[in-house]
């Protein structure tokens, strides 16, 4: 079976999410979730969930840390969820079209630099946006610019915060994540190089 490692930094609701489908379902597990801060709720919630947990700081990843331990574990697909640290080029390398990213807008709008979390939901309501969304990408050397693989919409309404604004975005995560997870390993242990979703919602 696959392994997965996730990689958070913040609460880790979506990682919460991919471990409990996996562990339903048995297509795939996830055998390390990675926090790259010791205060990050998602460890606590690793905790509960029974999942092993490694705090790797973001200098354990830039010394090539986080890389050994990925490889000593057998790791075959990294799910980044709310993970705000780069992903040095050596793991790129070693996993190319296995590494995904979630990202809570509609990229390329609202992506980048600094844009992560609650910023993005913010500047998408100070922009005057009428729709927000997901977009699950597969992660290259550059910052938010790896191939989509899928993007979902939701509206933004006239009344929204942040926080309301920012629980829509977070159910499409929730819908779409895991599935779109399960559907790439599985897919791998095919040989089949595919997209597996590749529309707009
Ligand atoms: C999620 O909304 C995710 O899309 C976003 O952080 C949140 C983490 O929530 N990621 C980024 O902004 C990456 N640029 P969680 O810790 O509750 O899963």
Known sequence: MKRIAILASGTGTNAERIVRYFQEKGTAEV????ASRASAGVIERAARLHVPCKVITPDGFASGEAFRFLKENEID??????????????????Y???????????LPKF????????????AVLAAGETESGITIQYVSEKYDEGAFILQAKCPVLSDDTPDTLAARVHELEYRYYPEVIEKLILGLSETKKQTVYDWLI
């Open 31 to 34: 055998a390390w979730i990675i």
């Open 77 to 94: 697909f990294i799910v980044l969820a709310g993970f705000l640290s780069r992903v040095p080029d050596e793991i790129v390398h070693a």
């Open 96 to 106: 190319p079209q296995k590494i995904v990213n979630i990202h809570p807008s509609l």
């Open 111 to 122: 992506g980048g630099k600094g844009m992560y979390g609650m910023h993005v939901h913010e």
